[in-house]
C-alpha cells in the first residue's frame, strides 16, 4: 500500500498551475495537532542533476540530488507530510528518485505535482489530475486592471481595447500579467493601451523568457522547425492556418501519414 496519495495538476504553460499550488501549499497549516506534521516544497532543475527544497521549517536551498534526496528522507521519516513537485517534466522523477525516500513518511500523507504533460500525471499513478482551464473573460479582464492599477473610472473608457488584449493573451494569466505589469507604467489612455495591444509580448521578463525557452526546448524537433518558420515572416503579419501549413508542407516539416490498413 502506498504511503501517500499522489495528486496532479496538469495544464499549459503560464496557466497557473504553480500559483494554485502555492496558495495550497500556504494554507496548509503543519504541527502535532494538524493534519501534517510537516510541509515541503521541492522543484527538480531539468537535468535531474539539482533540487531546490524548503520547508516551513528550513530556508530556501539547492544542491545536489542525491544529497537533497537523502536530506528529503530524514525530513519526513515518521511524519505525515505535505509535499508540493514543481513542475515535473517526466515520470522519471517519481520512479527513478522520489518514490523510495518518500516510503520513509507515515500514511494519510498527500504529494501534489504540477506538470503541463497530461502523460506524466497519469504514469506516474496520480490518483486524481486536475486540470486548469483559460480565464473566462471577466476574470481575465478583472487581472489585467488589476495588475495594470486601472482606476473605476478609467474601466468604462478603456474596456473595449482591454477586451482585445484579454483575447490576444487567451485566458493565459501570464501573459495577463506580463502585459499589465507594462501598462502598469503608463497613463491610462486609450493611446497607450492601443499601442500595448499592438505591441503586446516584446516586453517579457527574465522569468518568462525561461518560461517560454523551456516549453520551447520541450517541443519535438519538427514542431520546432515549424515554429522558427514564423520568425521570417514581417513583425504584425498575420498568420492564415491553411496560409502556413501549406508552407510547412512545402519545406518538408510536415510529411503525409499513410493510412494502415
Request: aromatic fraction near 8%.
Amino acid at each position: 500500500q502506498n504511503t501517500c496519495r499522489l495528486i496532479a495538476i496538469v495544464g499549459m504553460v503560464g496557466i497557473g498551475k504553480t500559483t494554485l499550488a502555492r496558495k495550497i501549499y500556504h494554507n496548509i497549516s503543519t504541527g502535532e495537532d494538524e493534519v501534517f506534521n510537516i510541509k515541503i516544497w521541492i522543484r527538480f532543475s531539468k537535468d535531474l542533476s539539482s533540487l531546490t527544497m524548503w520547508s516551513d521549517r528550513d530556508s530556501r536551498k539547492e544542491d545536489a540530488t542525491k544529497a537533497q534526496l537523502q536530506q528529503l528522507g530524514t525530513e519526513i521519516a515518521k511524519k505525515k507530510f505535505f509535499l508540493v513537485i514543481d513542475d515535473v517534466w517526466t515520470e522519471n522523477i517519481w520512479e527513478t528518485l522520489l518514490e523510495g525516500p518518500l516510503q520513509h513518511g507515515n500514511h494519510g500523507s498527500k504529494v501534489i505535482l504540477t506538470t503541463r504533460h497530461k502523460h506524466v500525471a497519469k504514469r506516474i499513478g496520480a490518483g486524481h489530475i486536475h486540470y486548469v482551464r483559460r480565464m473566462n473573460g471577466v476574470d481575465a479582464w478583472r487581472l489585467l486592471c488589476q495588475r495594470a492599477s486601472v482606476s473605476q473610472s478609467d474601466e468604462e473608457e478603456l474596456r473595449d481595447i482591454g477586451d482585445k488584449i484579454v483575447k490576444k493573451c487567451d485566458g493565459l494569466p501570464l501573459a495577463i500579467r506580463s502585459i499589465g505589469r507594462t501598462l502598469r507604467g503608463r497613463e491610462p489612455t486609450r493611446h497607450d493601451w492601443e499601442n500595448a495591444w499592438r505591441t503586446a509580448f516584446q516586453d517579457l521578463s527574465p522569468e518568462e523568457q525561461y518560461i517560454i525557452n523551456l516549453s520551447f526546448q520541450d517541443l519535438p524537433s519538427y514542431m520546432r522547425q515549424c515554429l522558427l518558420y514564423c520568425s521570417i515572416l514581417p513583425e504584425g503579419h498575420s498568420i492564415k492556418k491553411r496560409y502556413i501549413t501549406w508552407h510547412w508542407i512545402s519545406e518538408g516539416f510536415i510529411e503525409k501519414k499513410k493510412k494502415s490498413t
